[in-house]
């Protein structure tokens, strides 16, 4: 059935349909503000659907609980503005850049005095974390992107286009931090109509403005509140679920097994069809880490999400890693893991590694992984028929940072030789035919040039897994240009090709 881009926000009337089974491929909710079931929910399938509303007959009540994710560059001030809505203004300056991901909870009374609780996602600004953070920026959640007033630079106009992508029209409020009374001005209007999300721009010196950030601290509060989905009904027994992995966490339980989460939830009379939705449901809303799809991840409930995605990325800092360029053995994992507390649990980082399209095995080896992402930067050298290959180019408006790694971990099994990848472009060979894809970022561009006999199906195979990948950005303008092959155009090298388009 198809509800999509409707007022739609409550599925009740068609409970009986569902139940009678008279709907059966699943309900598209896509941009409906949906309220009764929660998006998520819906997102699960029919069953889900019936198991909510089932739940609902307990008794319920709003969660009044959201994300705040605080994203920018590094170094411009995030933790600052962190720990001051955490503990007040009189907070001294912070001295460490953040590695990976801090996450705190911030409550604060209502304006009905109940209590809401804001769970304020810190993200690393370094360069490393970028492609990494896109996993956590999840939809209805509250953004502020901090900048330093200071700098001109355009690396601002980045996060904006990535949370326009990734977080389906979630509110933005902007930091402009006046580090030492500094100012650049922002064209408020141009951005506000360029990214119809952004709320309001405030300009404060985090370091001495108690004033400005009061002001600011309040405009979060309102923006937390006037979220919808903070005001969807949570069942009780719902409830107590959550408040008990909550309690575990805060007494240092880093993960329970699956089974002890349906020992959790039988205790609260949710029936085992409630319990998976239930898990994926707090895993969708950033609660816990639950993979329900995947064999090995899914026998555990991971209570505590900043240890475990701090745990991968202890492996993309580490510096030997880094020197050997994104090259591992297991045993090197396994040893950095060891050091700090990740004991029993190396299989499943490997594992939320993958996932998140950070590393994968190397082929023919055993038990060698490779992190694209730090591969060298130098451009090896190649023997390229330039004229005859055949041509695919994508063009992008804006280009997520991180698409060719995420590309050659999803088409390892073409890489051949790893001599043949770096940090912008890799040569993928299938049989009779060998292919160049190269990322510009500057230009916004990947080029595919394909050569060989069998060089039709190896574009489709590529071009295919491009368009899965573009795809998972919704709204992503991208276009694909084929090369034209007129006598002209056949006879220019790819550089000279491309200055035409
Ligand atoms: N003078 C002054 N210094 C500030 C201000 N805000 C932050 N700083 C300093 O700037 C440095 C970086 O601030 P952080 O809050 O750690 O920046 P961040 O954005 O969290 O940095 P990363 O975690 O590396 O991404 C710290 O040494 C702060 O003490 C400010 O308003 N004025
Ligand atoms: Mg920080």
Request: one cysteine or more; aromatic letters at 10%; glycine letters at 6%.
């Amino acid at each position: 059935m198809d509800c999509s881009e409707t007022q739609i926000s409550d599925l009740s009337p068609i409970l009986p349909l569902l139940k009678n089974k008279k709907i059966e491929n699943g309900v598209n909710v896509f941009d409906c503000p949906l309220t009764s079931p929660p998006l998520e929910i819906a997102n699960q399938g029919n069953e889900a659907i019936i198991t909510w509303f089932e739940s609902q007959k307990q008794g319920s009540k709003p969660l009044n609980e959201a994300k705040l994710l605080i994203l920018g560059e590094g170094g411009v001030g995030k933790t600052t503005l962190a720990e001051k809505i955490m503990h007040g203004f009189g907070r001294p300056l912070p001295s460490d850049s953040t590695h990976g991901i801090e996450i705190m909870t911030h409550t604060f009374q209502c304006h009905n005095e109940q209590e809401f609780k804001a769970n304020i996602w810190d993200f690393g600004g370094q360069e490393i974390y970028h492609s990494t953070h896109q996993f956590f920026l999840t939809k209805r959640s509250l953004y502020i992107l901090v900048d330093d007033a200071r700098k001109e630079d355009t690396r601002f106009d980045y996060w904006l286009q990535i949370v326009e992508l990734l977080s389906e029209r979630s509110p933005v409020i902007i930091v402009q931090n006046c580090k030492a009374g500094r100012q650049r001005d922002l064209d408020q209007t141009g951005l506000k109509a360029q990214f119809g999300n952004v709320k309001d721009v405030f300009y404060l010196d985090l370091s001495q403005d108690s004033t400005g950030f009061d002001e600011l601290l309040h405009r979060i509060h309102l923006e937390l509140q006037a979220m919808p989905h903070t005001r969807e009904p949570w069942a009780s027994n719902w409830i107590s679920v959550r408040a008990t992995c909550e309690q575990l966490r805060q007494t240092g339980e880093k993960r329970i097994s699956y089974e002890r989460f349906e020992a959790i939830c039988a205790e609260s009379n949710i029936q085992p069809d409630g319990v998976r939705v239930l898990g994926r449901y707090l895993h969708d809303l950033g609660v816990v880490l639950y993979f329900h799809d995947d064999p090995l991840l899914r026998r555990t409930v991971f209570l505590d999400n900043q240890w475990m995605v701090n745990g991968v990325y202890e492996v993309l800092d580490d510096t030997k890693i880094k020197e050997k360029q994104g090259r591992f053995h297991r045993q090197d994992a396994a040893d950095i893991w060891e050091k700090s507390d990740y004991r029993n649990l190396h299989d499943e980082l490997l594992q939320l590694m993958m996932k998140f399209e950070l590393c994968y095995p190397i082929p023919d080896t055993v038990d060698q992984y490779l992190v694209p992402h730090l591969l060298p930067a130098s451009t090896p050298k190649l023997e390229w028929d330039e004229k005859n290959s055949l041509q695919l180019h994508y063009r992008y408006k804006f280009m997520p940072k991180g698409l060719l790694s995420r590309l050659i971990v999803r088409l390892h099994r073409f890489v051949k030789n790893t001599e043949q990848a770096w940090r912008t472009g890799v040569v993928f060979e299938r049989v009779g035919a060998r292919m160049r894809v190269v990322e510009t970022y500057g230009e916004k561009y990947l080029r595919l040039h394909c050569i060989g006999a069998q060089s039709r199906e190896l574009v489709t195979i590529v071009s295919d897994e491009i368009d899965r990948l573009n795809g998972s950005y919704q709204g992503l303008k991208v276009e694909k240009l084929v090369p034209c092959n007129c006598n002209t155009c056949q006879h220019l090298t790819a550089s000279e090709y491309s200055s035409f388009l």
